[in-house]
Every structure is written in structure tokens, then in C-alpha cells.
Nanobody, 122 residues
Framework: QVQLVESGGGLVQAGGSLRLSCAASGRSFSRYTMGWFRQAPGKEREFVTGISWSGGSTYYADSVKGRFTISRDNAKRTVYLQMNSLKPDDTAVYYC???????????????WGQGTQVTVSS
């Protein structure tokens, strides 16, 4: 089992940056594929990005490619999401997720954090 806690959300102006963190507790964090999802008001939850257990493989949704960067520090049991050039459309609750399956394109991960709000003002 792994427990996930996100932090780093907040209010930022369009064009600004935020860095989200997801701290994991429990055993074997380094075995998990990690990812970030987001859910905007009135919309379905959307998969944003994923990273393999080693950090050597990543995936980005087209909507964030070139602006967001996912990374992980297995020694610190933490995964990060650096978000640059933020747009109002990026406003959402961002969720960290973990899955033992090796694919970096997460679909139905069994482990979720509670979410952190990101609001981008125009």
C-alpha cells in the first residue's frame, strides 16, 4: 500500500508557474509508476502525465506538453509536477496517483491522493 499527499497548489496569474509535490508513505515507492490527473469543474478527470519507476520514461497529454515536467526522487519518496506558462484552462484540482503496472499511461490507478487546487487567473 502507498499513501499519497499532494501540496503546492494555489492561485497564480496566467503565464506563471507552480510546482506541485506528492509525498508518498508506505513501502516500495520506487516500484510504482506515478502520475498526475486533474479535474476541472463540470469536466471529467483527465490524465496529465506519468513517469516510470526509474524516471526514465514519461508521458504527457498534448494539452500540457512543453509546459509541464514530471520528475521523481525515489530517495525522498516524492514526485513533482513543474507547471510553467500556466493558462486559465489549467485550473483544476490536481491529483497524484500510483500504480504498480509498468505503463506510464495511467488509466485506473488504485492509489490516489486527496488533490490540490490550482487556479490560474487571466
Amino acid at each position: 500500500q502507498v499513501q499519497l499527499v499532494e501540496s503546492g497548489g494555489g492561485l497564480v496569474q496566467a503565464g506563471g508557474s507552480l510546482r506541485l509535490s506528492c509525498a508518498a508513505s508506505g513501502r516500495s515507492f520506487s516500484r510504482y509508476t506515478m502520475g498526475w490527473f486533474r479535474q476541472a469543474p463540470g469536466k471529467e478527470r483527465e490524465f496529465v502525465t506519468g513517469i516510470s519507476w526509474s524516471g526514465g520514461s514519461t508521458y504527457y497529454a498534448d494539452s500540457v506538453k512543453g509546459r509541464f515536467t514530471i520528475s521523481r526522487d525515489n530517495a525522498k519518496r516524492t514526485v513533482y509536477l513543474q507547471m510553467n506558462s500556466l493558462k486559465p484552462d489549467d485550473t483544476a484540482v490536481y491529483y497524484c496517483a500510483a500504480d504498480l503496472r509498468p505503463t506510464v499511461v495511467l488509466t485506473t490507478p488504485p492509489h490516489w491522493g486527496q488533490g490540490t487546487q490550482v487556479t490560474v487567473s487571466s
